[in-house]
């Protein structure tokens, strides 16, 4: 997978702290809590918007009973929207720290940490221990992965259960 400080050298991963800033302008504080729908214009980084997630919720048939990996997760928006709209719990995995601590604090600052746990990691390499998923996405970040794309997969597909997702 393409490594961390690759990715920086793309524009919209330079600057995560736009997201605070876009907080402020909206009249929120730097760490009262968070209405999860206000992010819902901006914590996406893929441009599919909250329809194609919609669409992807009916197709899964996504409900609470639903455990999803969201790998490449970026600011954790698609699983902050997918818990908040089916009550499903998501693992959301992000290989840059910085990206990772600021998805993990709009998920708390959201009420939606209950839900949705975040992680550091490759997913070429990624180990998740005693849990399986009832479906994986990765939306963008297969674009991101390099020649290691098979390997990525390869992993993921590991980590759903049999008749699952990807």
């Keep these: 997978m393409a490594d961390s400080k690759s990715i920086k050298a793309m524009k919209m991963y330079q600057h995560v702290d736009r997201v605070y800033k876009e907080l402020k302008m909206m009249g929120y504080k730097d760490d009262g809590p968070l209405k999860a729908e206000d992010l819902w214009t901006f914590d996406h980084w893929h441009m599919l918007g ?3 997630l919609d669409l992807l919720i ?11 990996l969201d790998a490449g997760s970026g600011l954790g928006g698609t699983s ?3 818990a908040y709209r089916t009550g499903c719990r998501a693992l959301a995995v992000e290989m840059q720290p910085d990206v990772h601590a600021v998805a993990e604090t709009l998920t708390r600052r ?17 180990k998740v221990v ?6 994986a996405i990765a939306i963008m970040m297969l674009v991101h ?8 997969i390869g992993n993921i597909c590991k980590h759903v259960k049999p008749g699952g997702t990807l």
């Excluded at 009916?58 to 999803?68: F, G, P």
């Excluded at 992965?145 to 990525?152: A, C, F, L, Y």
Aim: hydrophobic share 35%.
């Design 50 to 52: 909250t329809h194609t």
């Design 58 to 68: 009916r197709k899964l048939k996504l409900d609470s009973t639903h455990d999803v």
């Design 80 to 82: 902050r929207y997918l």
């Design 110 to 126: 959201s009420d939606l940490a209950d839900h949705v746990e975040h992680v550091v990691g490759d997913m070429a390499e990624l």
């Design 130 to 135: 005693n849990r399986q998923f009832d479906a």
């Design 145 to 152: 992965v390099g020649p290691n794309r098979e390997k990525v």
